[in-house]
């Protein structure tokens, strides 16, 4: 009996007899930690029921200058924005229960240093990972102003940083792809022409095309194991190809080689 009473016994706080045991109950997690008025208000319903006392705590603390929607805005803001962007904060902030007006007025303390070492965490991350187009995209969504981001990324990222990226995407796709491919994939990835044209610089067309061609021969050797005798098999081999980012002429080469020697 009495195990099975303390099993279903709710768990929380004692309940409060009387308003100053909630009073106090709401300057202890004060001491803990910054909270809003809302969810400070979550918090004394763990401690009483009565509207009238949560109520009448949350002005007094209010008077007394305990608590503050405006300075817990500020002080959430100034601990996280060289982390977050102005529209994650702002999002962060609105599931707090902080009004527009306070949320803005806490924003307006961020300095051009927060913002700017908050883009380069952005960029030391992802540098040779993602393109400045991703880059720059990933850091509008936090809400970064454009000009900005411009401003910082002109200042810190080089052609170096387009290199790498372009290198780790070739390396990867090279070896089962044809040129048309990779090219559509270094653009599709944001990188740019003088880019692309840099690192293929040295390359002479004829090895490119011979390199293809039996890049595509292996490729259609692996994925069919026997002749290819009949039209629709061979459309349906070269759209394969094709897939794989190879050009019509360098599937045709590879149909017509099918499983001879290399």
């Known amino acids: 009996m009495s195990s099975e009473y303390k099993s279903t016994k709710k768990a929380g706080p004692k309940p409060a007899q009387k308003v100053e045991q ?46 503050s929607d405006q300075r817990f805005a500020e002080t959430f803001v100034q601990s996280r924005c ?18 527009t007006t306070d949320i803005e007025h806490a924003l307006c303390t961020i300095d051009d240093s927060d913002t700017d070492e908050l883009i380069s965490r952005v960029m030391t991350k992802y540098t040779g990972k993602k393109s400045i187009r991703d880059i ?30 372009a290198t780790r995407i070739i390396n990867k796709h090279a070896k089962k792809m044809g040129r048309s491919g990779l090219l559509q994939k270094l653009r599709s990835e944001g990188i740019s022409q003088d880019t ?9 067309e004829d090895d490119v095309v011979e390199d293809d061609q039996h890049k595509a021969l292996e490729q259609l050797n692996k994925k069919y194991k026997t002749r290819l005798t009949d039209f629709a098999e061979k459309k349906k081999a070269t759209a394969f190809l094709v897939r794989k980012g190879f050009s019509f002429s360098e599937a ?11």
């Open 82 to 99: 060289r982390s977050y962007g102005p529209k994650v904060l702002t999002q962060k902030l609105k599931l707090q229960g902080v009004s």
């Open 136 to 165: 720059t995209m990933r850091l509008k969504s936090e809400g970064i102003d454009d000009t900005r981001i411009q401003s910082v990324l002109n200042a810190n990222i080089d052609t170096e940083h387009e290199s790498q990226l």
């Open 252 to 262: 045709n080469y590879a149909i017509e080689h099918h499983l001879e020697d290399i």
């Open 22 to 67: 909630v009073y106090e109950y709401a300057v202890w997690w004060l001491n803990q930690r910054g909270y809003s008025v809302s969810k400070l208000k979550e918090k004394l319903t763990r401690k009483t029921d009565n509207p009238e006392w949560i109520a009448s705590v949350i002005e007094k603390l209010l008077d007394q200058g305990y608590l």
């Open 196 to 204: 692309i044209d840099e690192l293929f610089s040295e390359e002479s």
